[in-house]
Structures are given as structure tokens and as C-alpha cells.
């Protein structure tokens, strides 16, 4: 039994390998990207509109409102990224009821690569917020002693996000797998959309967790307020 | 007994230990934080919004503690690095 889809091979040229993950990594960018691109050439700004396009409305309004309830005061700035690391994340989970295929999140170089991502944008939405210095101010805060615990907490928990979605993506399969030795019928199919149920919270949660980090990052400090002078 | 069979046993043995230990902790932090949940959704059901989705992130942050021990007994059955390094000696000889 393998471990992640890392294991299927469908083409090898010396080093160069292209697993499952990969392709079904590119197969889900390729439907993300050609479906909205498809659903936006025909955009109406009038009362009468496509059915696809108020799903897309409907989704792209849910994320903003999301990202906003967090605590970021301008949705429209994050949502490209925070948006496609939802969207990519559910479609990844969603699309497992199509036969033969596996997940990508199921593979720990794709989660690697998400949380890294997070790990990266959230310094850079910080730096863009606050400016460089006030931003590195902020790892010594409150004292300059919590230095290397603010350092170690950024990297524990870019960690934790990887193993998080790789251990909740992968268990999904897994179970399934090792059901389908034992009870052939019907069950697998419930613990199927189970997987669907818990794919859909991972991806939420994977975005919301992002977006906190980042509201975290790019909170500008308010001065305190002045005490009021008695009269 | 020779160094595979330990290998074996001390790996199927710690798996299961993991995943029975590992899962005991959250289980229970599980519970409290949804009767915690529960107990303010029937005090304010206004703020039931804001309520259950910060029990979703949070019941995912507590489970994550759960699924990190699932990650390494499965790890420890079906990507053993040791038992790799074993069977690579015996049949390298």
C-alpha cells in the first residue's frame, strides 16, 4: 500500500519524473483556470445573467465576506491569494468522487508547497502593510526575549499546516482503502462523502488559518489613547 | 529473535500505542470544546455564526494534534525507514 500519490508513476526520463500528483495537479489547474475563464468571457453587468456566472459570484462574494469576518479590513487585496489557495484546496477535495483519481493535497510535497506559500506571503503582506521595520519590529514584541519564540512559532506552524492537510487528505484515502478490503459495499461510499465533508473544512480552514496569520501580520498597531485631560 | 522481527513487533506494537494514546487527549478536548460551544449557542443564539465557525477552526486545530499521531503510526506501517534500512542490508549481501 503506498503512502501518497507520489507513488504512481506514469512517466519517467532520467531524473525527471511526472507522478500523479503532478499531473492531477495539472489537470486541476487546467479545469480552475479554463472553466473561469470560460464562465468570464460572457460576463452581463445587467439583472439578466448565466447561471455560472452567479455560482462564481456566489463563491467569490462567500471568500471576500470570509476573509473580511477575519479581520482584514480589504478583501479585494488578499483574495487572490487566499481565494486560490481555498479554491485549489476544495477542487482537490471535491474531485475525488470522479473515479481514479487521487488527490494532490494527499501528497506531502504538495502541502509543503502550499504552506510555504503562506509562509512566504505572509512577511510580504506584513512589509506592504507596515513598511520593513515596523513589521520586523513585531518579532520582538512584547519584549525583545520573545525573539526566538515568535521565529519558531513561524516555522511550527507552517508545519503544522502541511502535516495538517496531508494527514486529513491522506486518512481519507487510506481508510477508504483499507475498507474496501473489508467491507466491499456500501460503507466505502459513506466514508466517501465524509471524505468530501472533511476535504471542504480542511480547505476552509487551511484559508482561514492563512488569512489569520496574515491579519496578524499586517495589523497596524493603534497608539494607545490618550488619557483625558480632567477638566 | 533477529533485528527484523524486532523491528516488526517494536513497529506494529508503537503504532497501535500511538494511534490509542494520541487520539485519547483531543477526544476529550474535543468534547469539552463542544459542550462549551453548545452551552453559549443556547445562551446567545445570535452570535451563532461567529460561534460555530470558530469551533470548526478550532476543533481542526485540536484534531490536527490527532491526525499528527495517525501520520506517524501509518508511517511507522507503511514507510518504515528502519525496516527500509534492514531489508536493503539483508539483500544487498
Same mark, same amino acid.
Request: charged content about 10%; glycine content about 6%; cysteine-free.
Given at each position: 500500500m503506498r503512502l501518497s500519490p507520489d507513488a504512481i508513476i506514469f512517466w519517467q526520463y532520467g531524473f525527471f519524473k511526472l507522478n500523479a500528483t503532478i499531473v492531477f495537479t495539472w489537470g486541476l489547474m487546467l479545469v480552475l483556470a479554463v472553466g473561469s475563464k470560460v464562465i468570464t &468571457? &460572457? !460576463?452581463? /453587468?445587467?439583472l439578466k445573467r448565466s447561471r455560472w456566472q452567479n455560482l462564481l459570484e456566489i463563491v467569490v462574494t462567500g471568500i471576500e465576506k470570509q476573509i473580511e469576518e477575519v479581520g482584514?479590513?480589504? %478583501?479585494q487585496k488578499y483574495i487572490g491569494f487566499l481565494g486560490t489557495l481555498f479554491l485549489f484546496v476544495a477542487a482537490a477535495a471535491l474531485c /475525488?468522487?470522479? %473515479?481514479g483519481y487521487e488527490p494532490p493535497t494527499g501528497s506531502l510535497s504538495t502541502t509543503a508547497a502550499l504552506a510555504l506559500c503562506v509562509f512566504v506571503a505572509v512577511p510580504f503582506f506584513g512589509i506592504e502593510e507596515q513598511g520593513v521595520g515596523n513589521y520586523l519590529k513585531s518579532y520582538v514584541k512584547? /519584549? !525583545?526575549?520573545?525573539l526566538p519564540f515568535n521565529i519558531i512559532s513561524e516555522i511550527s506552524r507552517t508545519l503544522a499546516l502541511a502535516v495538517r492537510l496531508f494527514g486529513n487528505m491522506m486518512s481519507g484515502a487510506m481508510i477508504i482503502g483499507i475498507l474496501l478490503t473489508i467491507m466491499p459495499f456500501i460503507f466505502p461510499i459513506i466514508m466517501t462523502a465524509l471524505g468530501l465533508l472533511t476535504g471542504m473544512v480542511q480547505a476552509y480552514i487551511f484559508s482561514i488559518l492563512a488569512a489569520v496569520y496574515i491579519a496578524a501580520a499586517t495589523r497596524v498597531r493603534k497608539p494607545k489613547p490618550e488619557p483625558e485631560a480632567k477638566p | 529473535m533477529d533485528n527484523m522481527t524486532i523491528i516488526a513487533v517494536a513497529s506494529i506494537v508503537i503504532a497501535g500505542i500511538t494511534t490509542g494514546f494520541g487520539t485519547m487527549g483531543p477526544a476529550l478536548a474535543e468534547g469539552r470544546a463542544v459542550a462549551t460551544a453548545l452551552s453559549s449557542l443556547a445562551q446567545q443564539p445570535d452570535a451563532s455564526a461567529t460561534i460555530t465557525r470558530t469551533l470548526f477552526v478550532g476543533l481542526a486545530m485540536i484534531e490536527s494534534t490527532a491526525i499528527y499521531c495517525f501520520v506517524v503510526s501509518m508511517i511507522l506501517i507503511f514507510a518504515n525507514p528502519f525496516w527500509n534500512h534492514v531489508i536493503a542490508q539483508a539483500t544487498g549481501k
Open positions: &468571457r &460572457r !460576463f452581463s /453587468t445587467g482584514l479590513s480589504q %478583501p /475525488t468522487v470522479v %473515479p512584547p /519584549t !525583545f526575549i520573545m | -
